[in-house]
């Protein structure tokens, strides 16, 4: 235990010293670092007007949509699947006054059948 304690408070000791040599550059060199910061700030407007990179993180809010995820048992086929069930949800859901579009897109992913639908209202 007291050979961890001395080699942690050697390596903080190391990040300290390096930190403040850091430091030391940013604060003399004040015009270059402005430089690279304002570089860096311009080439992210870039790639964001690109499309690179989003402009947001959280979506903007309730969009009247939902996404249904389901998942098959593996032993029935993606065909008997999409006519017992994706079939009748699609009736369900088309019968709602509330969905106006509905999208049904059936998938195989790593061995499990999925199906998925977003409906917007």
Do not use: A
């Amino acid at each position: 235990m007291n050979r961890f304690l001395l080699w942690f408070e050697h390596q903080l000791n190391t990040f300290i010293e390096w930190y403040g040599r850091q430091l030391v550059w940013v604060l003399s060199h004040k015009l270059i670092f402005t430089g690279i910061v304002l570089l860096l700030f311009v080439m992210t407007l870039g790639i964001m007007k690109q499309g690179i990179i989003g402009k947001e993180m959280m979506s903007t809010g309730d969009q009247g949509k939902f996404r249904l995820n389901l998942e098959y048992d593996k032993t029935i086929t993606v065909q008997q699947n999409n006519i017992r069930i994706s079939s009748k949800l699609k009736t369900i859901l088309t019968q709602q006054p509330e969905v106006s579009t509905l999208f049904n897109n059936i998938e195989v992913k790593h061995g499990y059948r999925k199906s998925w639908c977003w409906s917007c209202q």
